[in-house]
């Protein structure tokens, strides 16, 4: 099981930022952003092979579950 940040969405961001600074902005001047969206990541064969029962509510909670 993994949760971590959602890498579509940093770089979707990191190109508004390039954006800014090809159009003249100083990059010293641009605000410090912080990841906004997060994603919870379940493998299955793997929580299987170590003994791991997962209930039914981490699943469906979970944005992908590898089977």
Do not use: H
Request: net charge positive; aromatic share 8%; no cysteine.
């Amino acid at each position: 099981m993994a949760f971590g940040v959602n890498f579509v969405d940093l770089l979707r961001r990191a190109a508004a930022f390039v954006d800014k600074i090809f159009k003249g902005a100083k990059p010293g001047d641009l605000p410090f952003e912080r990841a906004t969206k997060f994603e919870t990541i379940v493998n299955l064969k793997t929580a299987k092979v170590l003994g791991v029962e997962l209930p039914t509510s981490v699943l469906v909670r979970a944005d992908e579950v590898i089977e």
